[in-house]
């Protein structure tokens, strides 16, 4: 419990302290989380194994570059491995849903995202990497990592790096839980997100009418009137 509580009091401090005191107390926690990676026998502590991967993605944000680029890609690796969960089960279905969560989000601030930084890593397949995050929005188990995915999911489709046609359906299904999910109080999107995924749903519709009606008709009741 204590290394736990040491890795989840770094989390913190960087997390709302930025990159002065990720680049103080950042190389710490780096070593806490490539020893949780590293070590077998912490396969069945999740909640060790959530705050490490929390870690990470505070790291990304706010850490210089190098201090995580001794560790790519087995890191990435490691991520992408617990996220995939997100591509064959149902989130009902997943028994460590903020962990597979965390972990998809993980992986699109490190390669993903605008500003990411590691979007060229060697061997690192960024087509998969975005199947893998958008087989897992969306998120609903961390409002703050909901907020910041939900975010960069806006700047993929405006960027063009998620091909909307060919993921009408997929897209059409994650915005319709999105609103519903606000529209329930769910702080998982910010208005503005909010408008932005509006407006690229209003895009996909103007070019494909028909197809877009035909997915909203499958969703639930709940997505589609949120």
Request: hydrophobic share 40%; proline share 3%; with cysteine.
């Amino acid at each position: 419990k204590a290394r736990l509580a040491a890795i989840c009091l770094f989390d913190d401090c960087i997390e709302h302290c930025g990159s002065s005191a990720a680049s103080k107390y950042g190389p710490v926690l780096v070593n806490g989380v490539i020893q949780v990676m590293n070590n077998a026998n912490n396969n069945d502590d999740i909640e060790l194994k959530e705050a490490s991967v929390y870690g990470v993605a505070q790291l990304a944000r706010h850490a210089p570059k190098e201090m995580l680029s001794s560790s790519m890609p087995p890191l990435l690796q490691w991520l992408l491995a617990m996220a995939k969960e997100g591509q064959a089960k149902g989130k009902d279905d997943i028994e460590h849903l903020r962990l597979v969560e965390n972990s998809s989000s993980a992986v699109a601030t490190l390669c993903l995202f605008k500003g990411s930084p590691f979007q060229n890593v060697y061997g690192f397949d960024r087509k998969d990497a975005l199947d893998v995050f958008l087989s897992n929005l969306p998120l609903l188990e961390d409002e703050d990592e909901a907020k910041f995915c939900h975010e960069g999911l806006c700047g993929l489709a405006e960027g063009g790096e998620i091909d909307l046609s060919s993921n009408a359906q997929r897209l059409v299904n994650i915005i319709g839980q999105i609103s519903a999910a606000v529209d329930n109080g769910d702080e998982i999107a910010s208005m503005e997100t909010c408008k932005r995924l509006a407006h690229i749903l209003s895009i996909m519709q103007q070019g494909n009418s028909s197809l877009i009606q035909q997915v909203y008709s499958t969703l639930s009741q709940e997505a589609q009137y949120g």
